[in-house]
């Protein structure tokens, strides 16, 4: 594809985004992007159906997720991508993570009553914000600003969920290492997501050894020398450089599809990457 545009980090209300897998694909045709990844955190759950979306107007649709991880205390998250989606493993893990959340979802919530008196929002509002059970924190900062406990999402997370505020509990506890291994067992490629926010790049060598395949280097709303810094790590460590919006709908305001976008010769790259895990299959 010469001269296309692809944008591989998109979510979808199957996940923590306000947005459709219909939204989506419209969003994408509009905004002149011919390969999207829909890349929701631990669920697979969209995917089929935006590929058959994407058919009416000609967008590619590469299958991705945002696997939740965990090291040193440390949230990391692993995007993957070019993986059977429909892989037994890899759907048992998921649906493992799913079941996670929620309880994680009920501890939060009790936690804020316990500890501000948080008493009118309920478990089964804040899961029926999502299309699955990846239920997250951004749907209970929802609830949080409905139920006029907050004045906006970043104060939400600032005040009770944020990862060092009081009402904050942890994720599903799986090692990144962990996650790059079952990418692979499904025949795709892990990347590390937002290294620039994420601020692990102590460990970046020892996932490498672990087996990542690449960094999300292009990332929106990043200056252009922490983009070359990046740069310069995955081309040190022979990694591939994808990149995306990591549009959220209205839940992320300022990251919208097609913000940041990489051409697709890096898709080209990733797809051959890839067969290297496929052909073990």
Known sequence: ???????LHIHTNFSDSTLSVSDVIVDAYKNGIDCIAISD???VSGISLAIEEAKKYQIEVIPGIELSS???????????????YKNETLVKVI???????????????????????????????VCSIAETQSVGRPHLALKLLEKGWVGNIPEAFNR???????????????????????????GGVAVLAHPMVTQVDELIPQMVEAGLDGLEV?????????????EGIAKKHHLLMTGGSDAHGTAKVYEY?????????????MKARALRYQKVL
Request: charged residues 20%.
């Open 41 to 43: 955190h631990d669920t």
């Open 95 to 125: 649906s493992s993570m799913q079941h996670t959340r929620v309880e994680r979802m009920e501890k939060m919530i009790a936690k804020l009553n316990d500890l501000f008196h948080v008493n009118n929002i309920s478990l089964e509002e």
């Open 160 to 186: 009770f969920i944020g990862e060092h505020a009081p009402a904050y509990v942890p994720k599903y506890k799986q090692t990144p290492f962990e996650a790059i291994k079952l990418l692979h067992s499904a």
């Open 257 to 269: 599809i097609g913000i940041k976008k990489i051409p697709y010769s890096l898709v080209e790259t």
């Open 70 to 84: 965990e090291l040193n205390g440390r949230d990391i998250h692993i995007l993957g991508y070019m993986f059977d």
């Open 218 to 230: 292009y990332y929106p709303n990043v200056a252009n020398n922490i983009t070359e810094f990046y």
């Open 1 to 7: 594809m010469m001269n296309q545009w692809a944008d």
